[in-house]
């Protein structure tokens, strides 16, 4: 089992930055591949990132892509998402996952995950 705590998240005006953390513990080596979802008021959940861990492959979401970086430290088991040019329909809770991916190919940031975090809200608002 898999144990995945976030933080980083606030309130910040539209253009502003934030970085999100995911710290992993427990059988975190068992899983190759995270993500971060975000859910808004009233919304679906919504895949924003995920990182293949084996070859460091990426994938965004459109709405994400040229502001958004997901990038994990393998020396601390801690997984990132850096955000710039925030705007306000960022704002929503966000949450990290992992699961085993066979690939880099199934390691998108859709379906099903077998581990979450209790997420962290960011709200972006002047």
């Known amino acids: 089992q898999v144990q995945l705590v976030e933080s980083g998240g606030g309130s910040v005006q539209p253009g502003g930055s934030l970085r999100l953390s995911c710290a992993a513990s427990?059988?975190?080596?068992?899983?190759?591949?995270m993500a971060w979802f975000r859910r808004a008021p009233g919304k679906e959940r919504e895949g924003v990132a995920s990182l293949y861990l084996h070859i460091t492959n990426t994938y965004y979401a459109d709405s994400v892509k040229d502001r958004f970086t997901i990038s994990r430290d393998n020396a601390n088991n801690t997984l990132y998402l850096h955000m710039n040019n925030l705007k306000p329909e960022d704002t929503g809770m966000y949450y990290c996952a992992a699961k085993y991916a066979y690939g880099y190919s199934d390691c998108r940031p859709l379906g099903s995950y077998t581990d979450w975090g209790q997420g962290t809200q960011v709200t972006v608002s002047s």
């Open positions: 427990g059988d975190a080596d068992s899983r190759n591949c």
